[in-house]
């Protein structure tokens, strides 16, 4: 489906350089990445943010309680958001590293354990309340006058490609803007790609997501814990409180209706057995909210005038904690393109500059993805001989110390190729 129009720019429309659609985590650290490049920048919200109250969210935040959204943010991530001024904030308000990793076969004897210290690294990650991330980021936004939010706002239209690769987004109000370049970070649902006639891979995962914040008897040691089942994997990630987890049970749809039907108690309960009461007995739980979980990728990131990036671009399965480092690592490499190509004075709305962008990201996120499918399905499987391989093969990896530190370091940002940005210094 496509709603472009084309057509020539209108007088009236008020020129900027570059549009950002959506003020998430990936459209806002998009905006800071590029912050340095004096372009006047449009980040468009359809959320009421009023900025003032961000500062004192970030102060209050030790007194609120936890965020049911959370991410486990990797090295890499940590930097780029570091590089953008927006960690100390972060760090200050609430984040809880994690220094190991836990995760075994439910229906088998397959264990891995993963430990910052054989990395010789303080902490394998952290987990962040998506609520503070953005918080961090909207509070460096208002350092920058080059960077303008306007919230409560909505794109209606989007038109084809005016002279020089120029677009022209049509507001629900009727306002009319014009820029260089239009970058699409409003998540899953991104009417931007829509109306830019991005075709989408899809496809349902046969999970839901169950989320909420947990009590727990026992310490979480800061360690990550994720169990397989049959129905799918159950993570307890580690919070602040060395007693309070975030909860992630992705299960069957029909299994996932059924755990939102019990009270709090049963639920507790439950739950503590499907987690082998590893951390003792379950003895609270938050709201819980419930998340279809579905695959989805766009056949192309760009068009001229137009990138598409981040939740917009590629959604995967929650399991290995990846959706949001992906988009971040999106934000960097594209802002990284960009800056190139106006130092060499290039055109940076042409497509033949965003494709740079998009052979520099897409490969990998196509990877991450397939690795998500391939997990999702291996440990799905009843089959007696795939469950074998894979409880052989978490074991064997476990022993491995050189190729399970390998793959730990991808997972965690610290090798592979990676946009500046995302760099150590
Ligand atoms: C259960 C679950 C657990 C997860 N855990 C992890 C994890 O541990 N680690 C990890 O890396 N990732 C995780 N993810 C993925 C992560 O949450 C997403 O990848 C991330 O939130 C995407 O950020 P985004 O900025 O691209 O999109 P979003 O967060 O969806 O932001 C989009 C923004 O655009 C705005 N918007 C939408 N439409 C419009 C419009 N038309 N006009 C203007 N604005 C608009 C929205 O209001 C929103 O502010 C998880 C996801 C789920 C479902």
């Known amino acids: 489906m496509t709603n472009e129009t084309a057509g020539p720019g209108t007088a009236s429309a008020e020129p900027v350089d570059i549009v950002i659609v959506g003020a998430g985590m990936v459209g806002l650290t998009t905006a800071l990445a590029l912050a340095g490049s004096g372009l006047q920048i449009s980040i468009l919200e359809s959320r009421d943010v009023a900025l003032e109250r961000v500062a004192n969210q970030l102060i209050a935040q030790q007194a609120q309680g936890y965020d049911p959204r959370v991410s486990a943010l990797t090295c890499a991530s940590q930097q780029i958001l570091a590089h953008i001024g927006?960690?100390?904030?972060?760090?200050?308000?609430?984040?809880?590293?994690?220094?190991?990793?836990?995760?075994?076969?439910?229906?088998g004897t397959g264990?891995?354990?993963?430990?910052?210290?054989e990395l010789h690294e303080p902490a394998l990650g952290h987990i962040v309340e998506n609520r503070v991330t953005v918080a961090a980021l909207l509070q460096q936004l208002a350092e920058h006058s080059n960077l303008t939010l306007r919230s409560g706002v909505q794109v209606s239209g989007l038109s084809a490609p005016l002279a020089g690769d120029q677009r022209r987004l049509t507001l629900i109000d009727g306002t009319e803007l014009q820029a260089q370049l239009v970058i699409a970070c409003d998540g899953a649902l991104s009417r931007t790609r829509q109306m830019a006639g991005i075709p989408l891979l899809e496809w349902d995962y046969g999970h839901?997501?169950?989320?909420?914040?947990?009590?727990?008897?026992?310490?979480?040691?800061?360690?990550?814990?994720?169990?397989?089942?049959?129905?799918?994997?159950?993570?307890?990630?580690?919070?602040?409180?060395?007693?309070?987890?975030?909860?992630?049970?992705?299960?069957?749809?029909?299994?996932?209706?059924?755990?939102?039907?019990l009270d709090d108690d049963a639920f507790?309960?439950?739950?503590?057995?499907?987690?082998?009461?590893?951390?003792g007995a379950i003895t609270g739980s938050d709201p819980r909210h419930c998340f279809p979980l579905r695959?989805?990728?766009?056949?192309?990131?760009?068009?001229?005038?137009?990138?598409?990036?981040?939740?917009a671009a590629h959604t995967i399965h929650p399991l290995a904690g990846q959706g949001v480092n992906l988009g971040l690592l999106d934000a960097a490499a594209l802002a990284d393109t960009l800056l190139t190509a106006i130092a060499q004075g290039e055109c940076y709305g042409s497509e033949r500059v965003l494709k740079r962008f998009e052979r520099e990201r897409q490969t990998s996120n196509l990877q991450m993805s397939a690795a998500m499918e391939g997990f999702k399905r291996l440990f799905n499987s009843q089959q007696p001989a795939l469950r074998l391989a894979r409880n052989l093969g978490m074991t064997l990896m476990n022993r491995l110390g050189p190729v399970k530190n390998h793959v730990v370091q991808q997972a965690m940002g610290l090798s592979g190729e990676l946009p500046p940005l995302a760099r150590r210094r």
Do not use: N
């Not at 507790?268 to 590893?278: P, S, T």
């Open 111 to 117: 264990h891995i354990h993963f430990c910052s210290r």
């Open 295 to 311: 695959q989805r990728h766009a056949k192309d990131y760009v068009r001229p005038g137009i990138a598409v990036i981040g939740d």
């Open 86 to 107: 927006a960690w100390p904030a972060m760090a200050a308000a609430r984040v809880s590293p994690y220094t190991d990793m836990d995760v075994w076969d439910g229906e």
């Open 268 to 279: 507790c309960q439950v739950l503590g057995q499907a987690f082998e009461y590893r951390l």
């Open 208 to 261: 839901h997501a169950i989320v909420t914040t947990v009590t727990t008897e026992q310490p979480h040691q800061a360690t990550a814990w994720q169990r397989f089942t049959d129905d799918g994997p159950l993570a307890m990630l580690p919070l602040a409180d060395p007693h309070r987890c975030s909860l992630v049970w992705s299960t069957s749809p029909g299994h996932a209706r059924d755990l939102q039907a």
